[in-house]
């Protein structure tokens, strides 16, 4: 049962945080920076396996391999930028964490541009008389 | 999981340990030097977290996206 390793280290992290937090602010929130990567480092593990299915899956059905990469890029970046905001709106830093979120959706959008492209262009090629 | 609770557990006895040794300090009224056993406490324990979050990159680059 890895949800209650799971949660049982988070709630540990928690009551470490609260101890600490009275005495230095800065050290706790470097716990919870520390718990935060961990947990998620505990989960990446066994989601790499399934990341690799969705590849394989992906290649096999014919997919371009060029969208499965931009979609996980963005989960990726997505992740990030969340974990980093999260972060900053714990050390109650809000102007932070929102600059944080934008700079996260302004290079998924950069990513995505291709994907739009795409579809702009395959629409463009149905509409009658079009390009 | 088991050596990453420890780490856990290693930080916040630094942060308590530190904590005492500050106001330790403070009451022998050695203020300047209590500001120096906190800083040096913060380095040590910014060097393990940061040693995780590299970790963390790594792991989130490797996975998501397909890079070494």
């Not at chain 1, 997919?63 to 980093?84: D, P, R, S, V």
Request: a negative charge; proline letters at 2%.
């Amino acid at each position: 049962m890895e949800v209650i390793q799971i949660v049982g280290f988070g709630l540990i992290a928690v009551f470490l945080i609260i101890i600490v937090r009275e005495q230095n602010p800065a050290l706790a929130s470097a716990i919870a920076l520390a718990a935060g990567g961990m947990i998620f480092l505990f989960v990446t593990v066994p989601l790499q396996s399934a990341v690799e299915l969705i590849a394989t899956l992906s290649g096999q059905a014919g997919i371009n391999q060029m969208y499965i990469q931009t979609l996980l890029k963005i989960i990726g970046i997505a992740y990030l930028a969340e974990f980093g905001a999260h972060l900053a709106r714990d050390a109650e830093l809000e102007s932070i964490a929102s600059k944080i979120e934008l700079a996260g959706k302004m290079l998924i959008i950069m990513l995505a541009v291709p994907i739009f492209q795409v579809l702009i262009e395959t629409v463009m090629s149905l509409l009658p008389g079009g390009v | 999981m088991a050596y990453d609770v420890n780490t856990i557990f290693q930080i916040a006895g630094i942060g308590i340990i530190v904590a005492m040794i500050h106001t330790v300090l403070k009451q022998m009224g050695k203020e300047d030097w209590a500001h120096w056993v906190t800083l040096i406490g913060f380095v040590v324990v910014l060097y393990m977290v940061a040693s995780i979050i590299d970790e963390l990159f790594q792991k989130i680059k490797s996975v998501f996206l397909f890079q070494g």
